[in-house]
């Protein structure tokens, strides 16, 4: 039985839909993005509907998640970051709800697409920029000059540039190859027991009970991939924060 | 060598990338642990740190899987 690990990331139309030359269909894509803003939300107002002192389990997972993004902040970016607290938080709910719900079987995992993490971090690299703008005027280019003697600033300025042009590319590349690895992974491992499985009815029937190596296997890799979904949702709400924090503090602040 | 296993040879040598992840990645944990044992007292504010220090490492790593990915299936 051949199968395709890469089957998983293609984004099918389940509602065709064109306006004006544009494919603009209703894709799978489009429909998990819906669970997942769907999911985020019913929880969220769940959990928000009745605040109590003495917190209900929902409550106390809400608040959680808030307290968590709330003291990622304070930390990296002080209090004038905190205004940026609902943009954080919704990146971070979005992101990590995604690559959640991207583990159930026979999802569709949104942020194995460089086009939805690109944006993502494109909205990112423009609030930076606006919110850098806004406060320090033209000062804002600045942050391209670190303090050192002006024959080192000849070759550090050039760095810093591309270092600060790179990131919108780094941020979604990490959060996309991440996801599409370890789901990739994921189905060469399970490709890994129909294949020994498979032998049952073929040539050496004794060796089919051995697919239930590869199936423990999957099991722990699903772990590491929990991790994984939490950890990249984790990078990426912290690196935006840092982002921020540099575009309000330029150097200044450690 | 025809195009199609030029870019095979290509995707493999594109997974070289791995090293310079894998040794990046143990050096980010083998330093935190190192440090942490020292003075385990400050070995909990430095946990973002250790995350943030493995993500962008293994994005290294992962930018050379894309690559192979570009080559294969371009």
Same mark, same amino acid.
């Given at each position: 039985m051949a199968m395709n690990p890469m089957e998983q990331f293609t984004v099918k139309p389940l509602v065709p839909l064109h306006i004006g030359g544009y494919d603009v269909s209703f894709t799978n894509q489009?429909?998990?993005?819906?669970?997942?803003?769907?999911?985020?939300?019913?929880?969220?107002?769940?959990?928000?509907?009745?605040?109590?002192?003495?917190?209900?389990?929902?409550?106390?997972?809400?608040?959680?998640?808030y307290e968590f993004v709330a003291g990622m902040i304070q930390s990296a970016a002080g209090d004038a970051g905190m205004r940026f607290f609902p943009f954080v938080f919704t990146l971070f709910m979005f992101v990590l709800l995604s690559n959640f719900f991207g583990l159930l079987p026979g999802s569709f995992t949104i942020t194995s697409q460089i086009a939805v993490t690109f944006a993502l971090a494109a909205v990112v690299i423009l609030t930076v920029i606006l919110v850098g703008f806004m406060r320090h005027g033209i000062g804002f280019l600045m942050l391209f000059v670190p303090k050192a003697p002006w024959y080192l600033l000849l070759l550090l300025i050039p760095i810093e540039v591309v270092s600060f042009l790179t990131r919108p590319i780094s941020l979604s590349v990490r959060l996309f190859a991440n996801m599409l690895a370890g789901h @990739?992974?994921?189905?060469?491992?399970?490709?890994?027991? %129909? +294949?020994?499985?498979?032998?049952? #009815? @073929?040539?050496?029937?004794?060796?089919?009970?051995?697919? %239930? +190596?590869?199936?423990?296997?999957? #099991?722990?890799?699903?772990?590491?991939?929990?991790l994984v979904a939490f950890l990249q949702a984790y990078v990426f709400a912290i690196l935006t924060c840092i982002y921020i924090s540099e575009a309000l503090y330029l150097h200044d602040h450690h | 060598m025809d195009l199609a296993s030029a870019k095979q040879i290509g995707a493999g040598l594109a997974c070289v990338a791995l090293v310079g992840a894998g040794i990046g990645i143990g050096n980010v944990f083998g330093?935190?642990?190192?440090?942490?044992?020292?003075?385990?007292?400050?070995?909990?504010?430095?946990?973002?740190?250790?995350?943030?220090?493995?993500?962008?490492?293994?994005?290294?790593?992962?930018?050379?899987?894309?690559?192979?990915?570009i080559i294969l299936f371009t």
């Open positions: 489009s429909l998990w993005m819906c669970v997942v803003v769907a999911a985020t939300l019913g929880f969220l107002i769940y959990a928000g509907a009745s605040r109590k002192l003495v917190p209900t389990r929902a409550q106390s997972m809400a608040e959680l998640g @990739t992974m994921l189905k060469v491992f399970a490709s890994f027991v %129909i +294949a020994l499985g498979a032998t049952a #009815v @073929t040539s050496a029937p004794y060796w089919s009970a051995l697919s %239930i +190596a590869p199936m423990f296997l999957i #099991v722990a890799i699903t772990a590491l991939e929990l | 330093s935190y642990l190192s440090g942490a044992l020292r003075n385990p007292g400050a070995a909990a504010s430095q946990t973002t740190n250790l995350l943030l220090g493995f993500a962008l490492c293994e994005a290294t790593g992962l930018f050379g899987l894309v690559i192979a990915l």
